[in-house]
């Protein structure tokens, strides 16, 4: 309970030497009597949303409210973890009708453009689209929208769109740590599209296919050692695989390219028990073949619900996401307890000076919990 009550800026070597009279004033609205010159606190907190607050906001989808919510999963900061875990409880029965599309390739392959244009199309049949996308490209950014924004301006305007972009791509390659919680709150808010953008850096596209329900590759036109140079590794990833910007003079080559890739894919292990990768052209300049894209995957859906495939999945996935949450909590619970805030400095500072070895002390550590 004390515990609580110590600021977040509290001296790690000393954490129980600390005004918790800050922390009231944060904390205990009401007070202002003697607590006059925290007033600025006490705003500050009273202008946070409640869970109550965000849950309902979320279910009446409200963009606002749904972008603070994913903010506070997203957070990082001790003081948020708790309040993130109670609203993603209460929003978990309420999420999960939707389809999960995750698609990656190389930078320059034209996902962010290809999002723009079959996001605004799944808009205008109906749909609620979400995005959860990271432009890498973008360092001075922390990889976050700006460079996407002339690409995705009439989805981030449509009433029926939503784009969440990611904060710092990290060496996860614009996988985003809480993307899986920030796709269930999006769903939860009536989304029933989610499309997570991702970029082929690293374990990115293995973390992406274990969220989503279809993945899709885009790819362009190129020579065939290119092609052979390919990771067949990511290949057999996906559940389809688009050759991109199949327009003007690159139509004929495109649809060259095409064919050589699924005679690739037919020796290749599908990513889905049952289905069969196929490579497809489209261009999202001039739309041709997005209609198509839909439809492979509302046939790929339809399939997977039939034999069972799909649910299971996704049972596998969310047996996935318990483990991690329970990695999560253990490891808020390690890094808080108060042994640990206090021997953590003084075993770094040991460890950095060459005078103790990391792995008797972990040891000694691991009694903690
Ligand atoms: N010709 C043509 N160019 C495209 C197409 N899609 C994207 N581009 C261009 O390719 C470049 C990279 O697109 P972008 O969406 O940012 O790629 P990302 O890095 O994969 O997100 C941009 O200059 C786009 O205008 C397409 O279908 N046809
Ligand atoms: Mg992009």
New binding site residues.
């Given amino acids: 309970m004390d515990e609580d009550k110590k600021p977040e800026w509290s001296d790690a070597n000393e954490p129980n030497k600390c005004s918790s009279v800050i922390r009231k004033g944060l904390v205990q609205e009401g007070q202002s009597s003697s607590l006059q010159k925290n007033v600025r606190f006490q705003k500050r907190s009273s202008s946070e949303a409640s869970v109550e607050e965000l849950y309902e906001g979320v279910l009446s989808g409200d963009r606002g409210l749904l972008a603070r919510s994913i903010t506070l999963v997203e957070s990082n900061a001790e003081q948020h973890f708790q309040k993130a875990q109670n609203l993603l409880q209460k929003l978990l029965t309420h999420s999960g009708n939707s389809i999960r599309i995750g698609i990656t390739?190389?930078?320059?392959?034209?996902?962010?453009?290809?999002i723009e244009a079959f996001g605004t199309y799944l808009c205008n049949l109906g749909h609620r689209v979400a995005v959860l996308a990271i432009?890498p490209?973008s360092k001075v950014s922390g990889g976050s929208i700006l460079?996407?924004k002339t690409?995705m301006e009439q989805l981030a305007r449509n009433p029926r769109g939503f784009i969440r972009p990611s904060p710092a791509a990290g060496k996860l390659g614009g996988v985003h740590r809480k993307t899986r919680e920030a796709m269930l709150i999006c769903e939860a808010a009536g989304f029933d599209v989610i499309l997570v953008?991702t970029?082929g850096v690293g374990q990115s596209e293995v973390i992406i296919r274990d969220m989503v329900d279809f993945f899709l590759l885009?790819v362009l036109t190129g020579a065939g050692d290119e092609l052979q140079g390919m990771k067949k590794g990511i290949m057999e990833l996906a559940d389809a695989l688009i050759v991109?910007?199949?327009?003007?003079t690159?139509k004929q080559k495109a649809e060259q390219t095409r064919k050589e890739y699924n005679r690739i894919l037919h020796f290749l292990q599908p990513a889905t028990k049952g289905w069969s990768t196929k490579a497809y052209t489209?261009?999202?300049?001039?739309g041709e073949g997005i209609e198509a894209i839909w439809e492979i995957v509302k046939a790929y859906q339809k399939k997977g619900k039939e034999t069972g495939v799909f649910e299971d999945r996704r049972n596998g996935q969310k047996r996935e996401w318990i483990y991690s949450m329970i990695t999560d909590q253990l490891q808020y619970s390690f890094f808080r307890h108060p042994d640990v805030r206090l021997m953590l400095p003084q075993l770094e500072n040991e460890v950095m000076a060459g005078k103790k070895q990391l792995h008797p002390l972990s040891i000694h550590f691991s009694m903690l919990i």
Avoid: M, Q, W, Y
């Fill in positions: 390739g190389v930078p320059g392959a034209g996902k962010s453009t290809f432009d490209s460079g996407d690409r953008e970029v885009l991109h910007k199949a327009d003007g690159n489209c261009s999202s300049i001039s």
